[in-house]
């Protein structure tokens, strides 16, 4: 795991203890432990009593502080006569000094440092999470976090030696400066190179958080479709069939008494023609009728008096579309209606899970997807009335249809019939 070892500046700072002065009049300030700033030599009461002692006008205590002043400057410049220039001279050697320490301390708060430290090795262990391995990059950086933080060791050991010397010179500045560059490059290209890795690790996990997410999505769009065409079969299965006749299936298959061509569909609303014939003439040029039957169901109620189915045919094709039963009711009117058809619609659910005027999609034996629906109504014999009142007060005969709506295209298909042969305007021929 990355970690970058800090070092304290302070692990090979010395005490500055070689000055033979007595430090009445001069305060060095610690910068760190073992290491004194200079500049209180040049500072504030010191500098004006250096210029005022400088041109011979000072005596009694000021001469004395004169005195000390002088003999540190000359200690730690290494000069035996200390003229204005020198004093100016050293004065900046001195001030540059200790902005370079400032600095090399500052830079080495590594608080930033960690911070991009902290994210990258997150996000070392979100891709040995997703990958089940650690990243190679990762292992590389950590081996390169030990060995710069080495180099920085010695750069920080070297940079406490020089600045812990009690001298001020141009060429202790330098070597400090020449530290502090070496640090500064050092750390900032293993931030940069630790963030350009880290944004690899990034992408990478990135790339697979977005191929296991598709990979999810497309697992539950399986696992959902799978349920979906499940539960088209099963509603193919259970809810296809009213008194054991198959929508889709042939009228054929049955018991049928009488049969007549659908010229009103008297179950299924107010009174209206039956197109279906003209329609598909006119649109195809074929004859495709709807027919309905009479029959004996394979399955019969004794509550209810009449079956038939409609089938739509063309040639030998026939489909069942609609199976169509009827009960009197025992009371008559609205309340009587669903004193009826309460029980029934109760029985229809628990054994089939009809859920009235609730429509649902089924797969048929040929693989079409079609809508199914039950519906009911409670009329005066076939007859819908546009007086409410006549329903309401009068109705007397339950009318349950289950009705498969299936679609042009999907007739078409049944039929054998090209979609493309549909009749068009000519627009060529002029």
């Not at 609303?269 to 649109?283: I, Q």
């Amino acid at each position: 795991m990355v970690k970058f070892k800090t070092v304290l500046v302070a692990i090979y700072f010395l005490f500055l203890n070689s000055f033979a002065f007595s430090d009445h009049y001069i305060r060095f300030n610690s910068i760190a432990n073992g290491i004194l700033d200079f500049n209180s030599l040049f500072d504030g009461g010191n500098d004006y009593n250096f210029y005022t002692c400088i041109g011979g006008s000072c005596g009694g205590s000021l001469i004395e502080q004169f005195n000390e002043q002088i003999g540190y400057l000359q200690y730690l410049s290494n000069q035996s006569k200390i003229t204005v220039e020198i004093y100016e001279q050293y004065k900046s050697i001195s001030k540059n000094r200790t902005t370079t320490i400032y600095d090399f301390i500052d830079l080495l708060d590594f608080d930033k440092l960690e911070q991009v430290e902290n994210k990258f090795n997150l996000d070392c262990e979100e891709f040995e999470v997703l990958f089940k391995k650690k990243s190679d990059d990762c292992n590389s950086l950590d081996q390169d976090a030990l060995n710069i933080s080495s180099e920085v060791e010695q750069f920080i050991n070297d940079f406490s030696f020089v600045a812990s010397k009690e001298e001020l010179s141009t060429d202790n500045n330098n070597k400090l400066k020449e530290y502090y560059d070496k640090t500064q490059n050092i750390l900032k290209e293993y931030e940069n190179k630790l963030k350009e890795v880290n944004s690899k690790i990034v992408s990478l996990v990135s790339d697979e958080k977005n191929r296991l997410e598709k990979e999810r999505l497309e697992k539950k769009r399986q696992e959902e479709e799978k349920k979906y065409y499940a539960e088209l079969d099963s509603n193919f299965e259970n809810k296809t069939k009213l008194f054991g006749v198959q929508l889709t299936d042939s009228p054929d298959n049955y018991n049928l008494k009488d049969k007549r061509i659908l010229k009103e569909d008297f179950a299924g609303g107010f009174y209206y023609e039956n197109t279906t014939n003209d329609y598909y003439k006119r649109n195809f040029n074929i004859d495709v009728k709807d027919i309905i039957y009479t029959l004996e169901p394979p399955i019969v109620n004794n509550s209810f008096y009449s079956y038939q189915i409609i089938a739509r045919e063309f040639d030998e094709i026939k489909i069942i579309t609609d199976v169509i039963a009827k009960a009197k009711l025992i009371n008559k009117g609205f309340e009587g209606c669903d004193e009826f058809f309460y029980p029934i619609k109760e029985a229809l659910f628990k054994k089939y899970g009809f859920v009235l005027n609730e429509h649902f999609n089924v797969m048929t034996k040929n693989k079409q997807n079609i809508d199914v629906v039950l519906l009911s109504d409670c009329l005066v014999g076939d007859t819908f009335s546009v007086d409410p009142y006549d329903q309401l007060l009068s109705a007397d005969t339950l009318h349950l249809r289950l009705r498969a709506n299936i679609s042009e295209e999907q007739f078409l298909m049944l039929f054998n019939v090209d979609p493309d042969n549909r009749n068009k305007v000519d627009t060529d021929n002029f």
